[in-house]
């Protein structure tokens, strides 16, 4: 598990358009929050927890988040909770686990397959790199945001 500021950072790099993001974030950082944090208090729901960190339990979190919110809005909070989403898992699959315990393809399959390229702990180390990136990142963001925007075809554009 990479930690929650490096899904962050991560998230905020790689969410196009900027509305998306709040519910790329959320995407991103609830699968780790509605199951390690939990599982810290209470360590015997830690196994039942983890479905919400795989990808049918996320596509029916996703789902019912998004009833949270008017029905032409829903497709959108589905798209992009589930990039956040994503882009937390590919993340995780990327490393090696302490636990082992991912069960990805649940509940076809109970095997845990990684890639152990870095370990939990090592995305750490690129958090200097990464916060410096972020910061900048929404700093360009935030002014991009505020220049309007001329189509060649308004006519209240001027020539
Ligand atoms: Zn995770």
Redesign the pocket.
């Known amino acids: 598990?990479?930690d929650l500021a490096t899904?962050a950072c991560a998230q905020v790099l790689f969410t196009r358009p900027r509305k998306a993001l709040p519910h790329a974030l959320l995407g991103a950082l609830l699968?780790?929050l509605l199951?390690?944090g939990p599982n810290i208090v209470w360590p015997w729901l830690g196994r039942q927890l983890m479905v919400l960190?795989q990808p049918i339990g996320l596509l029916l979190l996703s789902i019912l988040i998004a009833q949270l919110y008017r029905p032409e809005r829903r497709l959108f909070i589905i798209r992009w909770f589930l990039f956040g989403a994503a882009c937390?898992?590919a993340?995780?699959f990327l490393q090696w686990s302490y636990s082992g315990s991912?069960y990805w393809l649940y509940p076809f399959s109970l095997n845990n397959y990684q890639l152990g390229l870095f370990g939990p702990e090592d995305s750490l180390l690129a958090l200097p790199i990464l916060l410096p990136l972020l910061l900048v990142g929404l700093y360009r963001r935030r002014n991009q945001a505020q220049i309007p925007q001329q189509s060649p075809n308004d006519p209240d554009s001027p020539q």
């Open positions: 598990m990479p899904h699968p780790d199951t390690r960190h937390h898992l993340l995780d991912y």
